[in-house]
């Protein structure tokens, strides 16, 4: 039975900074590409970041480009999601994602498992 289960997640000032954690069981985690996605209250679910099977390629949607930084640890089947200078748009329902495959990619109907989610949420 595949798991993914987030961690990280809170309530934090504009300008902070979070690291959002993913861990993984049930899968031969070394060979799934991983993604977070994201949902704010009353909007559809958008892509943040995706890293391949090695952590060698890494994948961000624009709106986040030079303050998210997505990584894994294969070690310890776990991804991670540091989130810095946050701002209060940032706010949302932060998902971890797992897909097959080496190509990182923003298109969550290509993942295959999903965690249940875990609030992040910045202050003003």
């Known amino acids: 039975q595949v798991q993914l289960v987030e961690s990280g997640g809170g309530l934090v000032q504009a300008g902070g900074s979070l690291r ?4 993984a069981s049930g899968v031969t985690f070394s060979s799934y590409t991983m ?5 704010a209250s009353g909007k559809e679910r958008e892509f943040v ?3 391949s099977w090695n952590g060698g390629r890494t994948y961000n949607t624009d ?8 990584s894994r640890d294969n070690a ?3 991804v991670y999601l540091q989130m810095n200078s946050l701002k209060p ?5 932060y998902y ?3 897909r097959r495959g080496s190509q990182p990619t923003g298109a969550a109907g290509t993942y295959d498992h999903w965690g ?9």
């Open 49 to 51: 970041a995706a890293v």
């Open 96 to 98: 971890c994602a797992g």
């Open 35 to 39: 993604g977070w996605f994201r949902q």
């Open 63 to 70: 709106s986040v480009k030079g303050r998210f930084t997505i």
């Open 76 to 78: 310890k089947n776990t």
């Open 20 to 23: 959002l954690s993913c861990a």
């Open 116 to 124: 249940q989610g875990t609030q992040v949420t910045v202050s003003s």
């Open 89 to 93: 748009e940032d706010t949302a329902v």
